[in-house]
């Protein structure tokens, strides 16, 4: 079957504007796009760039927008793509490097921000640390977060703001937050608890729409908006009681 592959192309080195390139490939229909990406390269055009790594949709390396949808590349069938003519251009809300690769550094720097690591204040046991499966079951979703970025590329909010965080870092907070072995839940819900972090988000639901893994972002970060209001409410009646137990002048 041939398809007329329309690859968004750019070298800021030597182009002033972005444009589009048409190859015609007989592609099978349960061919990867992906597999598609690397016959360009290695049979028509070998100044393509673009990233991969895994090729099995582990490390996110090869996000891209697909006829309008941010996906990974190795886990689109050409037979998924409607249509004889897909249409590859590189995430939005990036920087683009070359071509379909985009600069991820502040993306990365997004999520280093949020410290998406343990962080406990006890003894390092001799063994592991123990969190029972229903401590667990909490984050078992969260945890398949592979940072392809493709949730901040659907995200209108990342595109209109870039200061907002964005959904994959809040993921990863949701994902210490709610971790049973963390002692800085408090600490982490305070940094969440602003305009261009958990309260950023308005429901867009993008963001868990594209997700190759399946999470519900949105959800994701709901759960740490009720999470900062919960600890408000605790906040106030801590405040009220101590008030009440005042002796009176």
């Known amino acids: 079957m041939e398809t007329i592959f329309r690859i968004h192309r750019f070298n800021p080195e030597t182009d002033r504007e972005p444009f589009f390139r048409e190859y015609r490939l007989d592609a ?36 891209v927008k697909i006829n309008g949808r941010c996906t990974l590349a190795c886990q689109t069938l050409v037979r998924d793509v409607a249509g004889d003519v897909v249409t590859i ?15 991820l ?10 410290r998406p690591f343990l962080l406990s204040h006890g003894p390092v046991p001799d063994r592991e640390r123990p969190q029972s499966p229903e401590e667990r079951k909490k984050i078992d979703e969260v945890i398949r977060c592979i940072l392809c970025a493709c949730c901040t590329g659907a995200c209108p909010v990342s595109q209109g703001d870039p200061n907002y965080l964005g ?4 993921v990863q907070a949701f994902r210490r937050i709610f ?7 408090s600490a982490r819900l305070a940094q969440m608890d602003a305009p261009d972090a958990a309260w950023g988000c308005v429901n867009h639901f993008e ?19 009720r999470e900062i209001e919960k600890t408000r409410d605790q906040q106030i009646m801590t405040e009220i009681n101590r008030a009440e137990k005042r002796p009176e002048d």
């Open 167 to 170: 959904p994959a870092p809040l």
């Open 105 to 114: 550094d502040a993306f990365m720097a997004r999520v280093a921000c949020i």
């Open 28 to 63: 099978e229909p349960n061919l990867r796009v992906l597999d598609c990406l690397n016959r360009i390269k290695w049979e028509h055009d070998g100044g393509l760039s673009y990233r991969m790594s895994c090729a099995h949709g582990v490390c996110g390396s090869c996000a």
């Open 179 to 185: 971790d049973s072995r963390d002692d800085e839940t």
């Open 207 to 225: 963001c868990t729409r594209v997700c190759p893994k399946r999470i519900p972002i949105t959800k994701s970060i709901n759960f740490i908006k």
């Open 89 to 103: 251009e590189p995430l939005p809300s990036f920087k683009v490097v070359k071509d379909l690769i985009v600069d």
